[in-house]
C-alpha cells in the first residue's frame, strides 16, 4: 500500500477516534462527576451521609471498574443497539466506551474532591452555606487541579479503548490497523497507525498536565 492510499485512510480514521473520544469523554463527565461527588458527599463524614446509598454506589463503580473493555463491549451490545440502533461504527462504540470509563472516572473524582482540606468545608458551613453550595462553590473549585488531572488519564483510557472498539467493527485507528495492518498484512500502516496513537495520547497529556499546573498554582 503506497503512501497516496494510507492517507486518506489515516485521516477518515484519526477523525473517527476524535468523535468517539470527544463524545465518550463528554457523557464521561456528565455520568462520572456526579457519580465520583455523590460517593463523597453521602460517605460517613460527607455532607449528606447515607450508608446505604454510598455503599450502592460504590458497588455499581466497583462492578463497572472490574470488567475488562473487551468483555464490556460485548456485553452491553443488546443495550447498544436498544439505544442507538446499531451495534458497529463510531456512534454504537460511545456506549461501551462511556459505560467503561464513567466509573474509572467517578473513581478519581472521588480521590481529587478528598483531597480538598476539610477546613474549607467546615469554614464554608460555618458561614451558612448548605450542601449544594459547599460543592459548588468549596469542593469543586477547590478540587479542579485534580479533576483536570483525572480528566487527562481518563481521556487517554478512552483513546486505549476507542482503538480495542476496532475488534468489533467500532471505526477509527483501532479498526484500520486491525482490517489492513494485521489482515491484510501492511505492516507499514499499522506502524504509522501505533504512531499516530501515541502522538495523541503524548498532546492529550501534555495539555492536560499544563492546564493542571495552572490550576495548582492560582
Given at each position: 500500500?503506497?503512501?497516496?492510499?494510507?492517507?486518506?485512510?489515516?485521516?477518515?480514521?484519526?477523525?473517527?477516534?476524535?468523535?468517539?473520544?470527544?463524545?465518550?469523554?463528554?457523557?464521561?463527565?456528565?455520568?462520572?462527576?456526579?457519580?465520583?461527588?455523590?460517593?463523597?458527599?453521602?460517605?460517613?463524614?460527607?455532607?449528606?451521609?447515607?450508608?446505604?446509598?454510598?455503599?450502592?454506589?460504590?458497588?455499581?463503580?466497583?462492578i463497572g471498574r472490574s470488567l475488562p473493555f473487551i468483555v464490556l463491549m460485548i456485553a452491553v451490545i443488546p443495550l447498544t443497539r436498544l439505544i442507538v440502533g446499531t451495534t458497529i461504527g463510531t456512534v454504537a462504540s460511545v456506549v461501551p466506551l462511556t459505560l467503561g470509563a464513567a466509573p474509572f472516572f467517578a473513581r478519581l473524582v472521588e480521590?481529587?474532591?478528598?483531597?480538598?482540606?476539610?477546613?474549607?468545608?467546615?469554614?464554608?458551613?460555618?458561614?451558612?452555606?448548605?450542601?449544594?453550595?459547599?460543592?459548588?462553590?468549596?469542593?469543586?473549585?477547590?478540587?479542579?487541579?485534580?479533576?483536570?488531572?483525572?480528566?487527562?488519564?481518563?481521556?487517554?483510557?478512552?483513546?486505549?479503548?476507542?482503538?480495542?472498539?476496532?475488534?468489533?467493527?467500532?471505526?477509527?485507528?483501532?479498526?484500520?490497523?486491525?482490517?489492513?495492518?494485521?489482515?491484510?498484512?501492511?505492516?507499514?500502516?499499522?506502524?504509522?497507525?501505533?504512531?499516530?496513537?501515541?502522538?495523541?495520547?503524548?498532546?492529550?497529556?501534555?495539555?492536560?498536565?499544563?492546564?493542571?499546573?495552572?490550576?495548582?498554582?492560582?
Amino acid at each position: 500500500m503506497t503512501w497516496d492510499e494510507m492517507t486518506p485512510l489515516l485521516w477518515e480514521s484519526t477523525w473517527q477516534t476524535a468523535q468517539m473520544v470527544a463524545w465518550s469523554t463528554l457523557f464521561t463527565v456528565l455520568i462520572g462527576l456526579p457519580l465520583g461527588v455523590a460517593l463523597v458527599v453521602t460517605d460517613r463524614d460527607g455532607l449528606f451521609p447515607s450508608w446505604t446509598l454510598n455503599r450502592v454506589l460504590g458497588l455499581v463503580v466497583n462492578i463497572g471498574r472490574s470488567l475488562p473493555f473487551i468483555v464490556l463491549m460485548i456485553a452491553v451490545i443488546p443495550l447498544t443497539r436498544l439505544i442507538v440502533g446499531t451495534t458497529i461504527g463510531t456512534v454504537a462504540s460511545v456506549v461501551p466506551l462511556t459505560l467503561g470509563a464513567a466509573p474509572f472516572f467517578a473513581r478519581l473524582v472521588e480521590t481529587a474532591l478528598r483531597e480538598v482540606g476539610r477546613d474549607k468545608v467546615q469554614a464554608a458551613q460555618a458561614m451558612g452555606a448548605g450542601g449544594g453550595t459547599v460543592v459548588g462553590k468549596v469542593l469543586l473549585p477547590e478540587a479542579m487541579a485534580g479533576l483536570v488531572a483525572g480528566l487527562t488519564v481518563t481521556v487517554v483510557a478512552l483513546i486505549s479503548y476507542s482503538a480495542m472498539a476496532g475488534a468489533i467493527g467500532g471505526g477509527g485507528l483501532g479498526d484500520l490497523a486491525i482490517r489492513y495492518g494485521y489482515q491484510r498484512f501492511e505492516t507499514t500502516l499499522m506502524v504509522v497507525t501505533v504512531v499516530v496513537l501515541i502522538v495523541i495520547v503524548q498532546l492529550v497529556q501534555t495539555l492536560g498536565d499544563t492546564v493542571a499546573r495552572r490550576l495548582t498554582r492560582h
